[in-house]
């Protein structure tokens, strides 16, 4: 797959086969993510991978109560918004049951003498972006979220991350269990605009 199909086809992948991710597909995946661009390339970021059952057991009993919250939204009219939050209930009733979750981390250190947060998450989310499309090159599919918001005081605790470290993103990855296809985006025609507003 070129990378033109896989910017097109990476959609937010909430569900996810039990199979675990081949080392050399993560390494390649992690790979692209640390290939971003970053302010005047600090590279400000970290990558917490968690693959073993006994941590992602721990995280997903943290993400349980979040599938009861989801549950007791009002059902959406859209078809489009239904599969959101239906995917938004799965992710957090079977977190712990994802192969992979990935946690992109973030140090706030640019410019230096007077860091701003914004110039981090620029960096955490474009290396984000590019893991996404990774794993979709590579039959992989993953969720682009910000779920740890939610539980972030637990997962820092669980993970050992440091106080001075940002968690970014949550990003499950994994073989897809549901239907991939083309992202719905508007046109291009709309949102560009040559040579002035
Ligand atoms: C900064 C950011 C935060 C996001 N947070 C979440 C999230 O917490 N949960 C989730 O399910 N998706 C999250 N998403 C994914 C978007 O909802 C998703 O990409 C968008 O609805 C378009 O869907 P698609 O990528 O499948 O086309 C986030 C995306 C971005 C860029």
Redesign the pocket.
Known sequence: MDVFEAMGTA??M?FFKPDPVPQELLDKVLWAATRASSPNNTQCWDFVVVTDAAVRKQLGDLFKPFADRVASMPVPDNAVDRR?LA??KN?GENMGNFPCIIFVCGHNVYPPGAPRETFMYSAV?AASQNLVVAARALGLGA?????HGVFEADIRRILRIPDDVFIGTTIPLGYPDGPTGP??RRDVADVVHYDGW
């Open positions: 959609r937010a909430r959101t995917g938004a992710l989310y969720a682009f979220t910000t779920l992202v719905s």
